[in-house]
């Protein structure tokens, strides 16, 4: 599977990761098969969080013992164990919980050390004034996390957006990646995606395959896209818009969610078929814009 060079981190990642976010609603066992099966695929890249239901702990469990054959990427900030039936945050921006987060991260991932540590989903004025990122750089000297990162944005260009951009200010070049949403159907992070890779900054990606309106199958996005006659033979939509994100140069790795053993290998079949051919790529940015009323 292709690599991509993880901006400056001396990382190489594989185009598709696997988003473990989906892992909250599976039983052990089909755990266990996701994660050997996304590791057998030759997926090197897998990203989950605290508060992702089990989703650490069964990462722990099934392939701690295969720790050097991926990049592990967690977040932090998260208000675990959330308070059932409480208003409480969702995410807290303080150092001490940032040192809750990574302990109870390490052991439930059953490793010493963390690839890629992400703020999860906070804005930058969140951060403004917290001990947030003095903490990170004293864990990443402690060697628990390799290089820290942010994690942000939904499929609202409205809000998305205005996050993305803040955290290219040069006031938050420490972070090293950004995780953000970018998809065919939700494109407000294409430009600033090229301008966190010129920067140096690593690209996570995800929303690829994510339905934007949850009524609307994948199929149905396509078709009312006008994108169905753009589709190579035999290609799903799924497998079409996977490569539409693959088509960005300066995305580094998608990571995409699943909770189907068959949805793995039919994700990495799509990436090894590679980049959508150029002209596909221009007539179907087109169409969507004629869609979106550009
Ligand atoms: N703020 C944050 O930091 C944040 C927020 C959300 C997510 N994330 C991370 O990002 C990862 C990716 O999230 P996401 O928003 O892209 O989506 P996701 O929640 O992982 O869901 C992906 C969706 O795509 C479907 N899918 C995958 N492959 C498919 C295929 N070949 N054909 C049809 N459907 C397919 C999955 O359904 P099936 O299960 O049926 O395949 C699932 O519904 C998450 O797992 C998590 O790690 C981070």
Same mark, same amino acid.
């Given at each position: ?62 392939? #701690? ?22 208003? #409480? ?206």
């Amino acid at each position: 599977m292709e690599k991509r060079c993880f901006g400056k981190t001396g990382l190489d990642v594989t185009i598709l990761g696997y988003g473990a976010m989906e892992l909250r609603h599976v039983d052990e066992a089909q755990a266990e098969k996701l994660l050997n099966a996304a590791l057998d695929a030759g997926i090197t890249f897998i990203d989950t969080a605290p508060d992702y239901g089990p989703s650490e702990d069964y990462i722990g469990q099934f392939i #701690a013992h295969r720790r050097n054959e991926y990049i592990l990427a967690t977040k932090c900030g998260c208000n675990i164990p959330y308070p059932s039936g409480s208003d #409480a945050p969702r995410h807290i921006w303080t150092g001490v919980q940032l040192r809750h987060n990574i302990e109870h991260s390490l052991r439930r991932l059953c490793t010493d050390y963390v690839d890629v540590w992400q703020i999860h989903s906070a804005y930058p004025q969140d951060l403004a004034g917290t001990d947030v990122l003095e903490t990170m750089f004293k864990i990443q000297e402690e060697g628990k996390v390799r290089h820290i990162a942010v994690s942000m944005g939904g499929a609202s260009e409205k809000y998305g957006y205005v996050q993305m951009r803040g955290y290219l200010d040069p006031v938050w070049d420490a972070f090293e990646a950004m995780q953000v949403w970018y998809s065919a159907l939700v494109r407000y992070s294409e430009q600033a995606i090229r301008e966190a890779a010129r920067k140096g900054i690593g690209t996570i990606i995800r929303g690829a395959t994510r339905r934007v309106d949850p009524w609307t199958s994948l199929e149905d996005a396509c078709t009312q896209l006008n994108l169905d006659a753009l589709r190579a033979p035999g290609e799903s939509a799924a497998q079409f818009l996977l490569r539409f994100v693959v088509s960005h140069p300066d995305v580094h790795t998608i990571i995409v969610g699943t909770k189907n053993l068959d949805h793995i290998a039919e994700n990495v079949t799509a990436v090894e078929s590679g980049p959508l051919p150029a002209d596909v790529l221009v007539e179907a940015k087109k169409r969507l814009d004629v869609a979106k009323g550009e």
